[in-house]
DNA sequence: TAGTGGTCTAGACCACAGC
DNA sequence: CTGTGGTCTAGACCACTAC
């Protein structure tokens, strides 16, 4: 009796081997964005495997944000639609930058809203106090809230102001007034003129992919901003989650 | 007859709250980063399930990029090593931007390196033909590499140029010369003054995590650089693939 | 109600690391 | 050799969707 590799081959497919069948037909469009995948008990036949190896298939490719499922309804290729962050976002005018851009979107005409928004005063975090130049006993100001387009979440943001500085103003408060924010800290004598952004990606943890709506398979952008007056002093620091489903993020500039 | 409700409860704990426990014992540095994580085995009596049940428990956290399992050896808690690349590179000199940075690194004393060198003369596919504005039949010179620091792979980069422009130069050979492409550019009446930065984030095809050698759950960042000359001509197209858990980016920029 | 995805058991065997 | 992770079968039941 011959005896053939267990673990690899079986004589039939893994479920990388149907992962690899299926992923190949999404990548040529045989498989297009929004159509059905075909489900765990057709997988079973075609394939001539138990339903667990079938579903372990469509896990993989799920935990690589090429399907969604809809537990009654089916698996389906998913369908992306992309935002463009620009920074600065002077970019957005004409120039050199107007040229044709790697991927396309068209923000232009999607509406956008903000929900969830909380103020608070709190203990910063220590990486926060750190560049905000916090002493001991110093509070933070912080903003939270959310940002949808087409009625979608997309981000999540935290913002960090020095509580000394911004006491009693309107940063402290939900209508920030004509301008936002940055009018009021110019108003304060601390208008932020030059910015700095750090970007890390991973895996969502469990409240930000509830917060955002996250399916499986998608990673956040991780975007913190620090903004700086003349002087050179921190004024804001600004985190922010970002759906890396939904964004495209730009950036430019010049040699000196 | 009491029926408790299988799917969730069953009395004991499903795949996800195992997941849930390991996690948080993981956020609270109960399981230290590089320390290992309770086997298959000691799940199943730890939690009374079979073991694929205490499988997909530790699956979970591997797709969320928080261990790593090593065959025969065990489960350990990921440890991460960043390193900071700075757009533009001038922003690593002293200034606003030197003040704390949100996530510290240490790069400057890695050792990096690049390998897999390959030039070709190809057709560009659609989209950079149209950036780079080349006509029906103009060719593009393209040029591949992977950049590794300590040893490891942590970027895979694809430049493009218009082949009518830097046919015959070092542009086009293993060694570029003193000062690179760009300097190389600058002598052919091609010097990139500006430049754009368009991101995003995915999880990585098969390939890209084979070249990189990715652990499960690890995004990458995909950074698409397009040079411009003063008269605004596209001279060049990057494109870069990141292993998200090695990079964090910079960007910096002032006000009008 | 039929079909689809989601969870779990019970048990088997394979491949690999480390002692 | 033992223990660890990796793969698969066979069969059960649950929860949800669409008809």
Redo the contacts with the bound molecule.
């Keep these: 009796m011959v005896?053939v590799?267990?673990?690899?081959s079986?004589g039939?497919m893994?479920?990388?081997a149907i992962a690899d069948a299926l992923r190949a037909e999404i990548d040529t469009g045989d498989l297009a964005p929004g159509s059905k995948?075909p489900?765990?008990?057709?997988l079973m036949s075609t394939y001539?495997?138990?339903?667990?190896?079938a579903?372990?298939a469509?896990e993989v490719l799920k935990n690589e944000g090429l399907i969604v499922?809809?537990?009654?309804?089916?698996?389906f290729v998913r369908e992306f639609r992309l935002y463009r962050r620009r920074s600065p976002a002077r970019l957005a005018e004409s120039g050199w930058n107007a040229g044709r851009s790697i991927w396309q979107t068209d923000d232009a005409k999607r509406p956008t809203s903000i929900d969830h928004i909380e103020i608070a005063t709190v203990d910063a975090p220590d990486h926060v106090a750190s560049v905000l130049g916090l002493q001991d006993g110093e509070k933070a100001v912080v903003r939270r809230r959310r940002y949808l387009v087409d009625d979608v979440p997309i981000q999540f943001a935290t913002s960090y102001y020095p509580e000394p500085i911004v006491r009693g103003t309107q940063v402290a408060e939900k209508n920030t007034g004509d301008g936002g924010v940055y009018a009021r800290l110019a108003e304060l004598g601390c208008k932020p003129v030059d910015f700095r952004e750090e970007l890390r990606s991973r895996m969502p943890r469990e409240a930000e992919a509830k917060l955002l709506d996250l399916a499986q398979g998608t990673p956040v952008i991780l975007v913190v901003r620090t903004a700086y007056t003349a002087g050179g002093q921190a004024v804001e620091v600004n985190e922010m989650v970002l759906d890396s489903s939904s964004y495209i993020l730009e950036y430019g500039f010049s040699s000196s």
């Excluded at 489900?39 to 057709?42: I, L, P, W």
């Design positions: 005896q590799d267990r673990a690899t079986r039939g893994g479920y990388r995948v489900s765990e008990n057709e001539g495997v138990e339903q667990p190896t579903r372990r469509l499922a809809r537990r009654g309804a089916g698996t």
